[in-house]
């Protein structure tokens, strides 16, 4: 990977996909929990893997080594476009068409997809796991406060326990 890439190490791009989030504010942020799904840094990866254009922009000089890429800072960059349309043969339905289309798009959603497993194989177990926690949280307070209610709610001589 290091000779195809010019001599220096390539990026980790699950660390990169996991990295580049931001703050999406309520109620996005809550159905983000249910759907499991965390759009800024694969959305940012699958267009980085989408932006090349060649022949670049005219006016543009490239030096060797150098690749068009219109979602990259300073629309620079050193890895070469790695997905073109038709690399991968995808099962093909009943009518004899993929069932999934073959274009670059498409596998960068693929790419994406398994950059964001790969940085945090366990998500979805963690994810499981603290709702769990939640609602035994939520079910053990209730019935902590309802306990506390019926204990505390008369002293033994019969009035209220607020005198």
Sequence with gaps: ARAANGGAYPPDLSVLAKARTYERGFPR?????????????????????????????????????????????GH???????????????????????????????????????????????LEARKRTGLQVMLFLLIFGGLLYYTKKKVWSRMPDGTPAHH
């Design 29 to 73: 942020f809550i159905f983000d929990i249910f759907t499991q799904y965390q759009e800024q840094g694969p959305d940012y990866i699958a267009a980085l893997l989408t932006g090349y254009k060649d022949p670049p922009p005219e006016g543009v000089t490239l030096l060797p080594g150098q690749y068009y890429n219109t979602y990259m800072p």
């Design 76 to 122: 620079l960059i050193a890895m070469p476009n790695v997905l073109n349309d038709g690399q991968v043969e995808f099962p093909k339905g009943p009518d004899g068409q993929a069932q999934v289309p073959e274009t670059a798009a498409q596998y960068a959603k693929d790419v994406t997809a398994f950059l964001m497993w790969a940085a945090e194989p366990h």
